[in-house]
């Protein structure tokens, strides 16, 4: 396999096969992040798949700014989640992968990724499109509120089987519990 980029990645990643829902123009299928430190030049990546909630979007969920647009030409902002800089902060060597799930409405459904194998496909489109050209390794699912739909399809059809091994649920017990205990 190719050489790891160095350089951080930021990438916005448009036209994804793989992507779990279609988006309107404008708006990225996924954000990848990394710094240097993301990558271990001698084994697979570690990925932090993040899963938004109800009415996200990758761009304010990604964003530390008070007034992020989803969209360049949307006309009101919304406050950041600030995600990138969390992940940042915490120094990990781990690529973080943002997913745009149903866009900026009420709504959890898991859209694609109920299919078997989606979410590892996925991923390995994200990574590659962005310039990661190593195998995918170890994954920690990270969901927010209504992204426990997402997050119990990816544990029963997400095709990651082994790869999954942390699941973290900001707000995102609501249903499932049968589910997440299976998995642990």
């Known amino acids: 396999m190719a050489e790891l980029p160095r350089a951080p990645i930021d990438a916005r990643l ?4 793989h992507a779990p829902f279609d988006v309107p123009p404008g708006a990225p299928d996924a954000l990848v992040h990394a710094g240097a430190r993301a990558f271990d030049p001698a084994g697979p990546v570690h990925v932090v798949l993040f899963l938004h909630g109800y009415s996200g979007c990758v761009e304010v969920l990604a964003s530390d700014a008070p007034d992020a647009r989803c969209t360049p030409d ?15 902060a915490a120094d990990a060597p781990t690529v973080l992968v943002i997913p745009q799930l149903a866009w900026m409405t009420r709504d959890g459904s898991p859209g694609r990724f109920v299919r078997d194998g989606e979410a590892r496909a996925f991923l390995e489109e994200a990574l590659v499109s962005a310039g990661v050209a190593r195998p995918l390794g170890r994954v920690t699912l990270a969901a927010h509120s209504a992204a426990f739909e997402t997050t119990i399809a990816i544990v029963r059809h997400g095709g990651l089987g082994p790869l999954l091994r942390d699941i973290v649920l900001f707000d995102a017990l609501y249903s499932g519990g049968p589910v997440f205990l299976g998995w642990v």
Not at 74 to 88: I, L, Q, Y
């Open 14 to 17: 448009v036209d994804l096969a």
């Open 74 to 88: 949307e006309r009101r902002g919304h406050a950041g989640f600030g995600v990138v800089a969390a992940h940042d």
